[in-house]
């Protein structure tokens, strides 16, 4: 009985590597965003099979909004692993590729994909709050401001995000951007 136990634990704890050797699966979210992003450092690098490998670890830790990024991501990895490019139909495609385009800073590509995204019906705060960093990033700040006004009707939250996220700083240069950003934080 001991045994089965000891067998059972080790299946939900650690994969079957590519070698067949057994790999511990993260059990903390610290661990988990570790394995995350190591996996995105390869994606970026164009290294999709090892990134996909990374990227199939983290789904299954305990973290449910990095484990379904990172399913996200190993399908984009297996599709440019397969076909050499990546087939989006639906707003939910458009949306997850337009995010991988935004982290790889393929600014232009991102914007189209998010747009697509929107008029598709991802009518969401997250859609127009990444529409509107790729797009100040590009450096068209008037149609950042705007998709961030939208971003922060529709989901109040994402305003607090920007305040903290790295990807904002450069943005926070521009008085217009940094106001919008600020309004209502006391600062």
Same mark, same amino acid.
């Given at each position: 009985?001991?045994?089965?136990?000891?067998?059972?634990?080790?299946?939900?704890?650690?994969?079957?590597?590519?070698?067949?050797?057994?790999?511990?699966?993260?059990?903390?979210?610290?661990?988990?965003?570790?394995? $995350?992003?190591? =996996?995105? @450092?390869?994606?970026? /690098? #164009?290294?999709?099979?090892? %990134? +996909?490998?990374? $990227?199939?670890? =983290?789904? @299954?830790?305990?973290? /449910? #909004?990095?484990?379904?990024? %990172? +399913?996200?991501?190993?399908?984009?990895?297996?599709?440019?692993?397969?076909? #050499?490019?990546?087939?989006?139909?639906?707003?939910?495609?458009?949306?997850?590729?337009?995010?991988?385009?935004?982290?790889?800073?393929?600014?232009?590509?991102?914007?189209?994909?998010?747009?697509?995204?929107?008029?598709?019906?991802?009518?969401?705060?997250?859609?127009?709050?990444?529409?509107?960093?790729?797009?100040?990033?590009?450096?068209?700040?008037?149609?950042?401001?705007?998709?961030?006004?939208?971003?922060?009707?529709?989901?109040?939250?994402?305003?607090?995000?920007?305040?903290?996220?790295?990807?904002?700083?450069?943005?926070?240069?521009?008085?217009?951007?940094?106001?919008?950003?600020?309004?209502?934080?006391?600062?």
């Amino acid at each position: 009985m001991r045994e089965c136990l000891r067998i059972w634990y080790q299946s939900k704890v650690t994969r079957r590597g590519n070698g067949d050797e057994r790999v511990p699966l993260p059990v903390t979210e610290k661990a988990q965003m570790e394995v $995350f992003g190591k =996996a995105m @450092s390869h994606f970026g /690098a #164009g290294d999709f099979r090892k %990134a +996909r490998s990374l $990227f199939e670890e =983290a789904s @299954s830790g305990p973290s /449910a #909004g990095v484990g379904e990024s %990172a +399913r996200m991501y190993a399908r984009i990895c297996e599709q440019r692993l397969n076909s #050499g490019h990546v087939s989006v139909k639906t707003a939910e495609d458009h949306y997850n590729y337009g995010i991988s385009l935004l982290n790889q800073r393929k600014l232009d590509d991102a914007i189209k994909h998010l747009k697509a995204a929107i008029s598709q019906g991802e009518d969401s705060g997250d859609a127009y709050y990444a529409l509107g960093l790729a797009s100040g990033l590009s450096g068209d700040v008037h149609s950042a401001r705007q998709h961030l006004e939208r971003a922060f009707q529709l989901n109040p939250k994402t305003r607090a995000l920007a305040r903290t996220d790295s990807d904002f700083q450069s943005l926070m240069e521009h008085a217009e951007l940094r106001r919008l950003i600020d309004e209502g934080s006391g600062g």
